[in-house]
């Protein structure tokens, strides 16, 4: 039998919910059986919505008709139902901001963009005397194909693209049609891509679609995420928790304090990713401007590559091959990479805390935690953030580790693998949106907090057996030890342990203030700190 060989209708008792998704699927895949019939079929039966009090009576009862559905495969459109990646289906909504830049569509309006300023450029070159300075209605109509690039434009380059099975060359055949009719720029019409190699396109190309989906899109959310937990930082940073080390209770500190610890890494790493320089190259088939010397030896043409490279908003990169070297790539994708883990550390405790019932989380009329525990209310939001973490940095370490290695002046390999950017971005940034959205819904339990640091009197073993140092005493952390490992120590022992002690009144005293709740050190003080210094 093949793998999903046989979905069996038997009596008409299968709820018609089991029997929908038949109509997806092709024709030799899964096939149903009619309850009245012998032979294998498709199958779809239209259903009323059904509602939390139906049940299998009424499931069967909404069973209108049953036709046989033939639907391939290809003519399936596609839609959040059809998209084979979660990023194109389920989670569209949340990374659909990323589509201008990173989709086909960003790409085949950056590399139009290229072209066009490349022409521009040549035209502002004395030597060049070919390519005369254009007129105000031509410089008009060349940033009018950038500036009104559509959807539609964007089409026709994948038509011509059919025929030329070369998607750069492709955008050059698009702008020539655009402009054959303008009597202008039809003179310079195999101007367009002079003296370039497909790379020299794509690689500004896909630098400008880096910064302007990080700066635009990227960093603000990581601004939004940060700053969250900041807020949190602030609102809790006088309330005392017991922390944990290797699982086991240690000196207490505040909520607030451990909050501002990711607040910081975040913060850092951000900086990080917005000072990393990205890098373009201008210099034709292998970094030389082979071809540009030999049609005009008299221009500087890699002063004309760096003031173009510059023009564009991106960093010169001189000493190249065919292809940009990809190096900055890698040091960005590993600066998100680092970022990611930082939230992926942040996520974990905070499902741990919810665990441990210091957050309670706040609850939504109609949403379900669990399909059989009524009870449920689960911290989905940081275990979804949790996994598409998870799924991002695979894609962006192996970005960072496959675009700088190129064989000789260059492989086809990196060309397959940048079109991966916005999966990897994309899965980044839908963790950081469900982050911040399992923030909003924490609410913090101060009784279960309190439960804790009451229940743990034996951290105070710590500061007791410091101050015995301090005044001479023998042997401190071995008579604390005896006391308090392995033990249940409450305030009584630990008063009686305090007042046994051969130290002056004024320590004495001292140490009998402390309690679990209020031995937190300078914890509220390093949150003021650091929300000062981030200007938070």
Not at 13 to 33: D, G, K, N, V
Not at 164 to 180: G, I, S
Not at 306 to 313: A, I, P, Y
Not at 314 to 336: C, G, R, W
Request: glycine share 6%.
């Amino acid at each position: 039998m093949e793998i999903g060989s046989c979905i069996r209708v038997q009596n008409g008792s299968c709820p018609a919910s089991f029997l929908t998704r038949a109509s997806y699927l092709h024709e030799q895949s899964i096939p149903t059986q009619n309850p009245t019939s012998s032979a294998s079929s498709f199958v779809t039966l239209p259903r009323k919505k059904s509602t939390c009090k139906a049940t299998l009576k009424e499931a069967n009862n909404n069973i209108e008709a049953v036709e046989k559905v033939k639907v391939k495969p290809s003519e399936m459109e596609l839609s959040n139902l059809t998209a084979i990646s979660p990023l194109d289906g389920r989670y569209r909504n949340f990374v659909k901001d990323l589509a201008p830049y990173l989709s086909e569509y960003g790409l085949i309006y950056y590399r139009t963009l290229v072209e066009v300023k490349w022409l521009l450029k040549l035209s502002q070159i004395p030597q060049v005397s070919e390519v005369p300075s254009f007129s105000n209605e031509a410089q008009t109509k060349l940033q009018g194909l950038i500036d009104g690039f559509s959807d539609a434009d964007a089409m026709q380059v994948k038509n011509i693209e059919k025929i030329t099975n070369h998607d750069v060359k492709a955008v050059e055949y698009f702008l020539k049609t655009k402009c054959e009719e303008d009597p202008e720029i039809a003179k310079v019409l195999e101007f367009f891509h002079f003296g370039c190699t497909s790379e020299d396109i794509n690689n500004l190309a896909h630098g400008l679609m880096l910064k302007e989906s990080v700066n635009t899109v990227i960093l603000p959310i990581m601004d939004d995420l940060i700053n969250a937990i900041y807020t949190m930082a602030k609102t809790y940073a006088y309330i005392p928790m017991l922390s944990r080390t290797h699982g086991q209770p240690a000196s207490p500190t505040t909520l607030g304090k451990e909050m501002v610890i990711f607040g910081e890494r975040l913060r850092r790493e951000r900086e990080d990713i917005s000072r990393v320089e990205i890098l373009g190259k201008f210099a034709g088939a292998v970094g030389n401007y082979n071809a540009h010397v030999v049609a005009y030896p008299d221009v500087n043409w890699p002063r004309i590559a760096e003031q173009f490279v510059n023009s564009l908003g991106l960093s010169f990169n001189p000493h190249v091959t065919q292809i940009e070297s990809h190096d900055y790539m890698a040091k960005l994708f590993q600066s998100f990479i680092r970022f990611n883990n930082i939230l992926l550390d942040f996520d974990k405790d905070m499902w741990g805390y919810i665990s441990v019932g210091y957050f309670k989380q706040l609850t939504k009329a109609g949403e379900i935690g669990s399909s059989t525990m009524p009870h449920k209310v689960n911290p989905i939001y940081f275990e979804n953030s949790e996994g598409n973490l998870g799924i991002g940095n695979a894609i962006l370490d192996h970005l960072s580790m496959k675009l700088p290695v190129s064989r000789w002046q260059r492989d086809l390999t990196d060309s397959t693998v940048l079109r991966n950017i916005g999966v990897g971005l994309g899965y980044s940034l839908l963790a950081y949106k469900s982050a911040i959205v399992g923030i909003g819904k924490l609410q913090v339990n101060e009784a279960a907090l309190n439960k804790d640091l009451d229940n743990s009197w034996e951290v105070l073993a710590e500061p007791i057996q410091t101050v015995m140092r301090r005044y001479g005493v023998e042997e401190p952390y071995e008579k604390l030890k005896e006391l308090t490992r392995g033990r249940a120590v409450d305030k009584e022992r630990i008063t009686e342990f305090i007042n046994g002690l051969e130290i002056p009144v004024e320590a004495k005293t001292e140490l009998l203030k402390l309690t679990p709740h209020n031995y937190v050190g300078v914890a509220a003080q390093l949150v003021e700190e650091a929300c000062l210094r981030a200007n938070k």
